[in-house]
C-alpha cells in the first residue's frame, strides 16, 4: 500500500508559478515511479510528468514540457512538481500517482492522492 497526500495548489494568475508537493508513504519506493496526472473540468484525466524513484528519469506531456519540472526527495519520500510561466489552460485538479517502475511512463498506476485544485487566471 503506498498513501500520497498532496499539496500546494491555490489561485494564480497567467504567467506565474505554483509548487506541488506529494508526500508518500506506506511501503518502499524503489521499484515506483511517481507521476503527476490532471484532470480539468469536463475533461478525462490525463498524465503530465513522471521520474523513476531509484534513476530520477523524468518524462514529460508535450503541453508542458519546458514549462513544469518534477524531481523527488528520496530522504522525505516527496514528490514535487514546479509549474512556471502557467497557462489558463493548466487550470486542473492535480493528482500524484504512484506506478510500478516497468509500466510506460505515461501509464498511471493504482495509487492516487486526493487531489490538489490549481486556478490559471486569465
Known amino acids: 500500500q503506498v498513501q500520497l497526500v498532496e499539496s500546494g495548489g491555490g489561485l494564480v494568475q497567467a504567467g506565474g508559478s505554483l509548487r506541488l508537493s506529494c508526500a508518500a508513504s506506506?511501503?518502499?519506493?524503489?521499484?515506483?515511479?511517481m507521476k503527476w496526472c490532471r484532470q480539468a473540468p469536463g475533461k478525462e484525466r490525463e498524465f503530465v510528468t513522471s521520474?523513476?524513484?531509484?534513476?530520477?528519469?523524468?518524462f514529460y506531456a508535450a503541453s508542458v514540457k519546458g514549462r513544469f519540472t518534477i524531481s523527488r526527495d528520496s530522504t522525505k519520500n516527496s514528490v514535487y512538481l514546479q509549474m512556471n510561466s502557467l497557462k489558463p489552460e493548466d487550470t486542473a485538479v492535480y493528482y500524484c500517482?504512484?506506478?510500478?517502475?516497468?509500466?510506460?511512463?505515461?501509464?498511471?498506476?493504482?495509487?492516487w492522492g486526493q487531489g490538489t485544485q490549481v486556478t490559471v487566471s486569465s
Open positions: 521520474i523513476s524513484w531509484t534513476r530520477g528519469i523524468t
Open positions: 500517482n504512484a506506478a510500478p517502475a516497468s509500466l510506460a511512463y505515461t501509464a498511471p498506476g493504482d495509487y
Open positions: 506506506g511501503r518502499t519506493f524503489s521499484t515506483l515511479a
